[in-house]
């Protein structure tokens, strides 16, 4: 937004943020913000909202992340005054709530959802309201001239689910393309070093911890693969150990080495139970890198006919299609991985570009 300002002399933007917290994006800082003629910083801690928007004028308010925006210490969502374009990435929370799939698996880690609990307790206090989540979300869209902007149609879809009986316009544009961090030369994990210099043959699985992203059924279907070809190595990031001989648990890696990750493995293994875009396939595609993925949520929409798909359910499904992936000629499934990145990136870039000037240009009010 802030490189397409000057087609838009006729506006401001303001950046609110709050001293009392720390800036996971440096870019966004103050300091940073502050270079611009027409970006104007403006501090949340200490005041509500509402007071914010009539001080400054505000017309419209672009929520970035609706659920985070909900734990802020922001006042009363209610009737804010002005315009609000409200991006939800998904339904996450009551996706797992109506699956009753994180349950499941707190069956065999109960200390994992003490940990969940208190986080939520954490934020609940933190924010200044013991009001949940989905209720402020509401109230926000309710009781404002709210505008919705999603990442996929699945997530419209799962929108319209689970907050029956809203009139709100929703609209989908492609979740952006991440900023590619410079890729050092050297990999700073020396275990993934070793690995990649090894020119052994390895499949890669990100935050196989995470509850939704499957990790544990796909390291049974994996060891069972590999009784048939014990060449293949399983590379893991999140796990704390190793399942088996061929598989190699790496801690959580530097987004430079995540990249050397992708460009050198030799497929994606995506088991992920829910996902409102997901990144890591497009990702991994970038590298022309075939997609063994799950076949739930938005992953057909965002992948196509690229990958090979499983059910994210049922382990044997999971090894039918490692065995798939290996019967068939890998340049076909790497070609497929490069025109699916060609056209979700364009589309992506489009969508990034047709927001922002809807936001500038007024469209959206």
Request: glycine fraction near 4%; include cysteine.
């Amino acid at each position: 937004m802030v490189s397409q300002l000057s087609d838009h002399p006729e506006v401001t933007l303001f950046s609110l943020y709050s001293s009392a917290r720390s800036f996971k994006y440096e870019a966004l800082s103050p300091e940073k913000l502050e270079k611009h003629e027409r970006v104007i910083p403006v501090d949340y801690n200490h005041k509500s909202l509402k007071q914010i928007v009539k001080e400054n004028q505000i017309d419209l308010l672009f929520v970035t992340c609706a659920q985070s925006f909900c734990d802020l210490s922001v006042g009363s969502l209610s009737n804010i005054g002005c315009k609000v374009v409200l991006v939800i990435h998904d339904m996450y929370v009551e996706e797992m709530a109506s699956s009753k799939i994180e349950y499941l698996y707190y069956l065999n880690h109960p200390w994992r959802m003490i940990y969940n609990l208190l986080g939520r307790i954490k934020v609940r206090l933190c924010s200044g309201t013991i009001t949940s989540r989905a209720t402020l979300m509401r109230k926000l869209i309710n009781d404002n001239n709210t505008d919705i902007i999603t990442v996929s149609q699945y997530t419209k879809q799962s929108i319209e689910f689970f907050l029956s009986g809203i009139t709100n316009r929703i609209h989908v544009f492609y979740s952006p393309m991440k900023t590619c961090p410079q890729e050092k030369d050297l990999v700073d994990n020396q275990q993934l070093r070793e690995i990649i210099e090894s020119g052994k043959k390895y499949f890669l699985m990100l935050s196989a911890d995470r509850i939704t992203k499957n990790g544990e059924r796909m390291l049974k279907a994996f060891k069972r693969y590999t009784e048939e070809d014990q060449t293949v190595l399983l590379v893991t990031t999140g796990c704390k150990k190793s399942a088996f001989p061929q598989h190699i648990a790496l801690p959580f890696l530097t987004s430079s080495d995540i990249n050397h990750a992708y460009r050198h493995c030799h497929a994606l293994l995506y088991p992920s139970l829910f996902e409102g875009f997901g990144y890591p396939p497009v990702e991994a595609m970038r590298y022309g890198k075939p997609v063994i993925s799950s076949n739930v949520c938005s992953m057909p929409e965002i992948l196509g006919d690229s990958p090979i798909y499983f059910s994210p359910i049922y382990e044997s499904s999971m090894y039918g299609a490692l065995r798939i992936f290996n019967a068939t000629p890998y340049e076909e499934l790497r070609e497929k991985a490069e025109k699916q990145f060609r056209l979700i990136s364009e589309k992506q870039e489009n969508d990034l570009y047709r927001l922002s000037n809807m936001l500038l240009d007024g469209s959206l009010i």
